[in-house]
């Protein structure tokens, strides 16, 4: 079962959990409707047969693939990249991530401009719509191996906030209702 929580706006250390005092932890359902994210739990031992991963690439349009790992090991530029994951940034195309070996944290902003982190573990499909402001942070066990998708050729390229001007935040904005706020 996937966790999401309010977090603190002060992080000492991104790879801590750092939640409000008291705590005040988030449903998917609230995730869902708070900030557009949607989460589907996927089995890691039948996937590759049980047709659940192959439907929600039919259905979504999925057609590209690869895998990422985000280690001291396998990253290159480890340090310099980790830093462009946390910056708050969007893109304009959806960002699809299934987790199958290892952890981290996806922090996106919700309808009220507030960090909601979600934690995500092996099995754990996310997907974060185009236009919406997040960021990316190994926890302290720094490797994750992810699935990433993406429909059509792939692009990655992260827009760091201010990003309002880009037609994918206006349509974000409009659709999810969210509060403007100047930056
Ligand atoms: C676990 S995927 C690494 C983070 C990433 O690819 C990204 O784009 C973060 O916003
Ligand atoms: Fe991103």
Not at 81 to 96: G, N, P, S
Not at 155 to 178: G, I, M, Q
């Amino acid at each position: 079962m996937v966790r999401a929580w309010y977090m603190s706006n002060d992080v000492e250390d991104q790879r801590l959990e750092n939640h409000l005092t008291p705590q005040k932890m988030v449903s998917l359902d609230e995730v869902k409707r708070l900030t557009g994210v949607e989460y589907f739990g996927i089995n890691l031992n039948t996937y590759q047969t049980d047709g659940v991963l192959d439907n929600i690439k039919k259905e979504r349009g999925y057609t590209y693939e690869d895998e990422l790992v985000c280690s001291k090991e396998c990253l290159q530029n480890y340090e310099e990249k980790l830093k462009i994951f946390f910056a708050e940034h969007l893109h304009t195309d959806e960002e699809i991530r299934f987790v199958v070996e290892g952890s981290g944290y996806f922090d996106v902003r919700d309808k009220n401009d507030e960090w909601i982190r979600i934690e995500v573990k092996p099995g754990d499909l996310i997907i974060l719509p185009s236009g919406i402001y997040h960021r990316f942070t190994l926890d302290t066990t720094n490797f994750i191996r992810a699935k990433r998708f993406f429909v059509g050729e792939p692009v990655w390229t992260a827009y760091n906030r201010p990003a309002d001007h880009f037609e994918c935040r206006k349509s974000y904005v409009e659709k999810l209702n969210v509060r403007q706020i100047s930056v």
